[in-house]
């Protein structure tokens, strides 16, 4: 493998390989069972129909930089590369710390960093560590950039109104990756991304409110319907077949729709990669949570395909596919 360093200078056209991973959850856990003593729901439904059995919340003075900036260091360290090589921070949040500045700016201070390089946030909901690993690519491809930090982070328990029956979905969490140039002939990374706006009102914080609302019935019917589409676009493009493909790793919307797209996809359930049980669905960090999970399993091999996939509000969704290297 011959990857390349980084260096602040432009470079050639470059694929692109995840050179480290990261991850951070808050310690404290809110199960089913204490939520089911305070709004009109059962522990066990939760479990049955979304496969959640508890989640990660965070205290009142802990933002979602303050996860993001953990879960930045771990894979910084990881990589085992000085953090001032980076040319670009990304951070896919749907719950930023202020108005302004962005929270990747925030996330920088705290590491520490006095390099004068970018850092941005991107708001694609649960798609937007998705839509993050793609800008990272193109940049990347474009000579412009060669290492960037790409985070997903949210912290939706400060947008859950607590005594509402759709608390049950999320939970906080943070999840980093260090992507880079890369010059080895079988590196692949290629993403598919999409967005309709007809039912913005499905999910949504609305200007005057300060909690989420959501169309539960709406984001099942969308995501069903729009995850598998996206992925077999995404594989027919890259002449591959979903029998090529090891893992999916999808964000953690809920058991059965993740159960419905495998169903469609004619994919082996048990290959659909899920940690929802521990976590919930924490938006952005759903899927480099559980990347980082699996690459810690020793569940990856070089030449594995591994394909990603979300769907978020707006609607906003898409999928990827990368070998791991």
Known sequence: MACARATKTPASPSKMRILSTGSYVPPKIVTNEELELTVPTKAAWIHENLGIKERRVSDDEVYTSDLAAEAARRALESADIDPESLDLILLATATPDRKAPSTACLVKHKLGLESTFPALDIAAVCSGFLYGL???????????????????????????????????????????????????????????????????????????????????????????????????????????????????????PSHLL?????????????????????????????????????RRSGDLERGDLVVFAAVGSGWAWGAAVYRWM
């Open 134 to 252: 793609s800008i990272a690519s193109n940049l990347m491809k474009g000579g412009s950039y060669r290492r960037v930090l790409v985070i997903g982070a949210d912290t939706f328990s400060k947008i859950t109104n607590w005594n509402s029956r759709d608390c049950v979905f999320f939970g906080d969490g943070a999840g980093a990756a260090v992507v880079e140039a890369c010059d080895d002939p079988e590196a692949l990374f290629d993403s598919r991304l999409y967005s309709d706006t007809r039912e913005t009102d499905n999910f949504t914080v609305y200007p005057s409110d300060r909690f989420f609302t959501m169309n539960g019935r709406a984001v099942y019917e969308t995501g069903a319907r729009v995850l598998p589409e996206a992925i077999l676009a995404l594989l027919e493009k890259n002449a591959l077949r979903i029998e090529d493909v090891r893992w999916i790793i999808p964000h953690q």
């Open 258 to 294: 993740l159960r419905e797209t495998a169903k469609r996809l004619n994919f082996p359930f048990e290959r659909v990669r899920r940690n929802m049980d521990r976590y919930a669905n924490t938006s952005a960090a759903t899927i480099p949570l559980l990347f980082d999970e699996v």
